[in-house]
Protein backbone atom coordinates (compact mmCIF):
# COMPACT_ATOMS: atom_id res chain seq x y z
CA UNK A 1 0.00 0.00 0.00
CA UNK A 2 3.12 2.45 0.90
CA UNK A 3 4.63 2.05 -2.38
CA UNK A 4 1.47 2.23 -4.23
CA UNK A 5 0.67 5.86 -2.53
CA UNK A 6 4.03 6.56 -2.48
CA UNK A 7 3.63 6.93 1.39
CA UNK A 8 6.87 5.77 3.20
CA UNK A 9 6.22 4.71 7.05
CA UNK A 10 8.65 6.12 9.53
CA UNK A 11 11.76 3.41 10.44
CA UNK A 12 10.61 3.28 14.15
CA UNK A 13 6.84 2.75 13.65
CA UNK A 14 7.65 0.38 10.07
CA UNK A 15 9.37 -2.01 12.02
CA UNK A 16 6.15 -2.42 14.28
CA UNK A 17 3.48 -1.93 12.48
CA UNK A 18 4.72 -2.21 8.86
CA UNK A 19 3.32 -5.35 8.18
CA UNK A 20 0.34 -4.58 8.64
CA UNK A 21 -0.03 -2.96 5.22
CA UNK A 22 0.37 -6.32 3.24
CA UNK A 23 -2.63 -7.60 4.91
CA UNK A 24 -5.08 -8.40 2.62
CA UNK A 25 -7.70 -5.78 4.23
CA UNK A 26 -4.87 -3.26 3.91
CA UNK A 27 -4.62 -3.98 0.23
CA UNK A 28 -8.12 -3.85 -0.21
CA UNK A 29 -8.23 -0.39 1.10
CA UNK A 30 -5.26 0.85 -1.16
CA UNK A 31 -7.82 -0.62 -4.05
CA UNK A 32 -10.64 1.14 -2.71
CA UNK A 33 -9.02 4.94 -2.09
CA UNK A 34 -7.86 4.49 -6.00
CA UNK A 35 -11.76 3.80 -6.99
CA UNK A 36 -12.71 6.75 -4.90
CA UNK A 37 -10.12 9.32 -6.41
CA UNK A 38 -10.80 7.78 -9.83
CA UNK A 39 -14.18 8.47 -9.06
CA UNK A 40 -13.83 11.85 -9.28
CA UNK A 41 -14.02 11.84 -4.72
CA UNK A 42 -11.35 14.40 -2.92
CA UNK A 43 -9.47 12.37 -0.17
CA UNK A 44 -8.59 13.84 2.85
CA UNK A 45 -5.55 14.43 3.76
CA UNK A 46 -3.36 14.73 0.79
CA UNK A 47 -1.41 11.24 0.40
CA UNK A 48 1.68 12.35 1.59
CA UNK A 49 0.19 13.57 4.65
CA UNK A 50 -1.39 10.81 5.50
CA UNK A 51 0.56 8.90 8.01
CA UNK A 52 1.89 12.42 9.25
CA UNK A 53 1.25 11.55 13.15
CA UNK A 54 4.04 9.04 12.54
CA UNK A 55 6.39 10.39 10.69
CA UNK A 56 6.04 13.66 13.60
CA UNK A 57 6.31 11.43 16.24
CA UNK A 58 8.91 8.29 16.03
CA UNK A 59 7.65 5.63 18.56
CA UNK A 60 10.39 5.92 20.98
CA UNK A 61 9.88 9.89 21.42
CA UNK A 62 5.77 9.00 22.40
CA UNK A 63 5.20 10.72 25.78
CA UNK A 64 1.27 11.20 25.14
CA UNK A 65 -1.42 10.20 22.65
CA UNK A 66 -4.08 11.71 21.99
CA UNK A 67 -6.89 9.45 19.42
CA UNK A 68 -9.21 11.02 17.76
CA UNK A 69 -11.50 9.46 15.42
CA UNK A 70 -11.49 10.66 11.22
CA UNK A 71 -9.51 13.40 9.66
CA UNK A 72 -11.25 16.77 9.17
CA UNK A 73 -13.70 16.56 5.90
CA UNK A 74 -13.56 20.00 4.83
CA UNK A 75 -10.95 21.59 2.22
CA UNK A 76 -7.45 22.29 3.59
CA UNK A 77 -8.27 21.38 6.86
CA UNK A 78 -7.00 17.59 7.47
CA UNK A 79 -2.98 17.04 7.64
CA UNK A 80 -2.73 14.08 9.05
CA UNK A 81 -2.83 14.97 12.65
CA UNK A 82 -5.59 14.48 14.74
CA UNK A 83 -7.66 17.93 15.79
CA UNK A 84 -4.85 19.97 13.93
CA UNK A 85 -5.57 22.36 11.16
CA UNK A 86 -2.37 23.85 9.10
CA UNK A 87 -1.82 27.75 9.65
CA UNK A 88 -4.22 30.10 8.31
CA UNK A 89 -7.23 27.60 8.26
CA UNK A 90 -9.97 28.51 10.56
CA UNK A 91 -9.52 26.90 14.13
CA UNK A 92 -12.28 23.82 14.34
CA UNK A 93 -14.62 24.33 17.06
CA UNK A 94 -13.50 21.14 19.17
CA UNK A 95 -9.88 22.57 18.73
CA UNK A 96 -11.10 25.81 20.13
CA UNK A 97 -12.25 24.04 23.00
CA UNK A 98 -9.36 22.13 23.48
CA UNK A 99 -7.82 24.94 23.67
CA UNK A 100 -9.96 26.69 26.01
CA UNK A 101 -9.31 23.94 28.30
CA UNK A 102 -5.21 24.65 28.33
CA UNK A 103 -6.16 28.21 29.12
CA UNK A 104 -8.04 27.29 32.22
CA UNK A 105 -5.51 24.47 33.24
CA UNK A 106 -2.35 26.07 32.88
CA UNK A 107 -2.87 29.71 31.66
CA UNK A 108 -1.59 29.61 28.36
CA UNK A 109 -2.58 32.22 25.86
CA UNK A 110 -4.74 31.07 23.14
CA UNK A 111 -2.51 30.73 19.85
CA UNK A 112 -3.12 32.07 16.68
CA UNK A 113 -3.22 28.83 14.41
CA UNK A 114 -4.32 25.58 15.34
CA UNK A 115 -1.47 23.82 13.96
CA UNK A 116 -0.22 21.46 16.34
CA UNK A 117 2.89 19.81 15.19
CA UNK A 118 4.84 21.33 17.79
CA UNK A 119 3.13 19.24 20.22
CA UNK A 120 3.87 16.11 17.97
CA UNK A 121 7.62 16.98 17.46
CA UNK A 122 7.68 17.31 21.31
CA UNK A 123 6.12 13.79 21.75
CA UNK A 124 1.94 13.77 21.93
CA UNK A 125 1.57 11.28 19.39
CA UNK A 126 -1.65 12.87 17.64
CA UNK A 127 -3.69 9.75 15.85
CA UNK A 128 -7.29 9.55 13.72
CA UNK A 129 -8.62 5.82 14.10
CA UNK A 130 -9.31 6.31 10.46
CA UNK A 131 -6.81 8.26 8.32
CA UNK A 132 -8.83 9.21 5.37
CA UNK A 133 -12.00 10.96 4.89
CA UNK A 134 -13.57 12.52 1.77
CA UNK A 135 -14.55 15.63 1.36
CA UNK A 136 -18.15 16.74 3.04
CA UNK A 137 -18.64 13.05 4.45
CA UNK A 138 -17.84 12.42 7.47
CA UNK A 139 -16.78 9.43 8.25
CA UNK A 140 -16.54 8.34 5.02
CA UNK A 141 -14.08 5.98 5.50
CA UNK A 142 -14.90 3.89 8.76
CA UNK A 143 -14.69 0.21 8.37
CA UNK A 144 -12.59 0.38 5.29
CA UNK A 145 -9.40 -1.41 6.99
CA UNK A 146 -7.88 1.78 8.56
CA UNK A 147 -9.30 1.07 12.30
CA UNK A 148 -7.07 -2.87 12.46
CA UNK A 149 -3.95 -0.68 11.37
CA UNK A 150 -4.20 2.45 14.22
CA UNK A 151 -4.91 -0.39 16.42
CA UNK A 152 -1.79 -2.38 16.19
CA UNK A 153 -0.11 0.84 16.41
CA UNK A 154 -1.70 1.46 19.96
CA UNK A 155 -1.27 -1.83 20.85
CA UNK A 156 2.29 -1.58 19.71
CA UNK A 157 2.72 1.38 22.35
CA UNK A 158 0.93 -0.09 25.05
CA UNK A 159 3.11 -3.37 25.21
CA UNK A 160 6.18 -2.17 24.25
CA UNK A 161 6.76 1.02 26.27
CA UNK A 162 5.85 1.72 29.54
CA UNK A 163 4.62 4.85 31.56
CA UNK A 164 2.90 6.78 28.72
CA UNK A 165 -0.07 8.92 29.22
CA UNK A 166 -3.49 8.06 26.93
CA UNK A 167 -6.01 10.89 26.59
CA UNK A 168 -9.66 9.74 25.15
CA UNK A 169 -12.08 11.70 24.19
CA UNK A 170 -15.61 10.73 24.14
CA UNK A 171 -17.00 7.12 23.93
CA UNK A 172 -15.12 5.85 20.39
CA UNK A 173 -11.54 6.92 21.68
CA UNK A 174 -12.48 5.33 25.11
CA UNK A 175 -13.39 2.07 22.80
CA UNK A 176 -10.38 2.14 21.32
CA UNK A 177 -8.17 2.45 24.42
CA UNK A 178 -9.24 -0.65 26.44
CA UNK A 179 -6.23 -2.79 24.99
CA UNK A 180 -4.21 -0.40 27.42
CA UNK A 181 -3.38 -1.73 30.94
CA UNK A 182 -3.87 1.13 32.87
CA UNK A 183 -0.94 -0.68 35.55
CA UNK A 184 1.49 -0.13 33.39
CA UNK A 185 0.36 3.60 31.39
CA UNK A 186 -2.06 6.53 32.80
CA UNK A 187 -5.22 6.72 30.80
CA UNK A 188 -7.06 9.93 30.90
CA UNK A 189 -11.34 9.84 30.40
CA UNK A 190 -13.36 12.46 29.32
CA UNK A 191 -15.92 13.71 26.82
CA UNK A 192 -14.78 14.44 23.78
CA UNK A 193 -14.17 18.68 23.00
CA UNK A 194 -17.02 18.91 20.28
CA UNK A 195 -19.33 21.76 21.18
CA UNK A 196 -22.22 19.24 21.72
CA UNK A 197 -20.40 17.49 24.52
CA UNK A 198 -17.18 19.53 26.13
CA UNK A 199 -19.56 20.88 28.76
CA UNK A 200 -20.26 17.30 30.12
CA UNK A 201 -17.00 17.13 31.49
CA UNK A 202 -14.46 17.95 28.98
CA UNK A 203 -13.96 21.47 30.46
CA UNK A 204 -12.68 21.36 33.54
CA UNK A 205 -11.43 17.80 33.03
CA UNK A 206 -7.27 18.64 33.93
CA UNK A 207 -5.96 16.24 31.34
CA UNK A 208 -3.07 18.57 30.23
CA UNK A 209 -1.67 19.11 33.82
CA UNK A 210 -2.10 15.77 34.93
CA UNK A 211 -0.50 14.43 31.88
CA UNK A 212 2.46 16.21 33.19
CA UNK A 213 2.06 15.66 36.35
CA UNK A 214 2.44 11.62 35.69
CA UNK A 215 5.60 12.11 33.37
CA UNK A 216 7.01 14.20 35.89
CA UNK A 217 6.78 11.39 38.85
CA UNK A 218 8.08 8.90 36.08
CA UNK A 219 10.94 10.87 35.17
CA UNK A 220 10.23 12.45 32.23
CA UNK A 221 9.96 15.83 31.34
CA UNK A 222 6.65 17.05 31.00
CA UNK A 223 4.85 18.32 27.70
CA UNK A 224 4.62 21.97 26.67
CA UNK A 225 1.89 22.57 25.67
CA UNK A 226 2.03 26.23 24.25
CA UNK A 227 2.52 26.49 20.80
CA UNK A 228 4.93 29.03 19.04
CA UNK A 229 3.64 31.62 16.90
CA UNK A 230 2.26 31.14 13.70
CA UNK A 231 4.97 32.13 11.39
CA UNK A 232 7.05 30.06 13.35
CA UNK A 233 4.98 27.27 12.60
CA UNK A 234 4.64 27.69 8.80
CA UNK A 235 9.06 27.84 8.68
CA UNK A 236 8.71 24.64 10.56
CA UNK A 237 6.24 22.90 7.78
CA UNK A 238 8.66 24.55 4.95
CA UNK A 239 11.09 22.61 6.58
CA UNK A 240 9.24 19.16 6.01
Not at 100 to 113: T, V, Y
Not at 217 to 223: F, K, L, N, T, W
Request: charged letters at 25%; aromatic letters at 8%; one cysteine or more.
Amino acid sequence: MAEDDRIRLEPSWKARIGDWLLRPEMQALAEFLRQRKAAGARVYPPGPQIFAAFDATPFDQVKVVILGQDPYHGRGQAHGLCFSVLPGVPVPPSLDNIFKEIGQELGLPRPDHGCLLPWARRGVLLLNAVLTVEEGRAGAHQGKGWEGFTDRAIEALASEREGLVFLLWGSYAQAKGKVIDPRRHRVLKAPHPSPLSAHRGFFGCGHFAAANEYLARHGQAPVDWSLPPRVEVEAMLRSL
